[in-house]
T-cell receptor, first 113, second 117 residues
Framework: ETGVTQSPTHLIKTRGQQVTLRCSSQ?????VSWYQQALGQGPQFIFQYYREEENGRGNFPPRFSGLQFPNYSSELNVNALELDDSALYLC???WGTGASPLHFGNGTRLTVT | AQKITQTQPGMFVQEKEAVTLDCTYDTSDQSYGLFWYKQPSSGEMIFLIYQGSYDEQNATEGRYSLNFQKARKSANLVISASQLGDSAMYFC??????????????FGSGTRLLVRP
């Protein structure tokens, strides 16, 4: 089975710009979550999508937004980038919204200068 | 609010020996789940093991086992017969119920494990 894939692997942006990160869910998974992992810290929950609708959001401002497509792939968009947005962004997929483990991709490392 | 605490920023272990990574948690929920993930330098979070709060037996997955002590609110990961490839960051996480039956994971700060040859 195909695992979770994310693109790009690395990205460098300037403060104030906008960025789109992409994720393809593991085959058969219909739920996708996004996490932000700052250097030296554990991941922080950004939001989750189930059946193309956002059904949970962490403590992140509205300039963090997302989409889930009918094929269950997903995008994370960040507007008006700030220096503190520099982090590893992890996408995770699972089946349903129950207790099944999250399966993560390799992440996109975003650097904001 | 739920919280995960990992008090060991870094650990060393000799190859082929066992190692225990500590994790304590705080929650007022009766039903919860605990996960351990491994993160190599590549960045991917690899699921290792899961323990449900109502599971009577400690979870085991190959060389990984979870020492679950509910009264102490601890969920330590035990890795037996360490291998060089076990060198990585290890995160303990708790499932926090979200809207309806959805959930998010609350992660600890992680423990960096280095396996010495």
């Amino acid at each position: 089975e195909t695992g979770v894939t994310q693109s790009p692997t690395h990205l460098i942006k300037t403060r104030g710009q906008q960025v789109t990160l992409r994720c393809s869910s593991q085959s058969g998974h219909n739920t996708v979550s996004w996490y932000q992992q700052a250097l030296g810290q554990g991941p922080q929950f950004i939001f989750q999508y189930y059946r193309e609708e956002e059904n949970g959001r962490g403590n992140f401002p509205p300039r963090f937004s997302g989409l889930q497509f009918p094929n269950y792939s997903s995008e994370l968009n960040v507007n008006a980038l700030e220096l503190d947005d520099s982090a590893l962004y992890l996408c995770a997929s699972s089946w349903g919204t129950g207790a099944s483990p999250l399966h993560f991709g390799n992440g996109t490392r975003l650097t904001v200068t | 609010a739920q919280k995960i605490t990992q008090t060991q920023p870094g650990m060393f272990v000799q190859e082929k020996e066992a190692v225990t990574l500590d994790c304590t948690y705080d929650t007022s929920d009766q039903s919860y789940g605990l996960f351990w993930y491994k993160q190599p330098s590549s960045g991917e979070m690899i699921f290792l093991i899961y323990q449900g709060s109502y599971d009577e037996q400690n979870a085991t997955e190959g060389r990984y086992s979870l020492n679950f002590q509910k009264a102490r609110k601890s969920a330590n990961l035990v890795i037996s017969a360490s291998q060089l490839g076990d060198s990585a960051m290890y995160f303990c996480a708790m499932r926090e119920p979200w809207m309806d039956s959805s959930y998010k994971l609350i992660f600890g700060s992680g423990t960096r494990l280095l396996v010495r040859p």
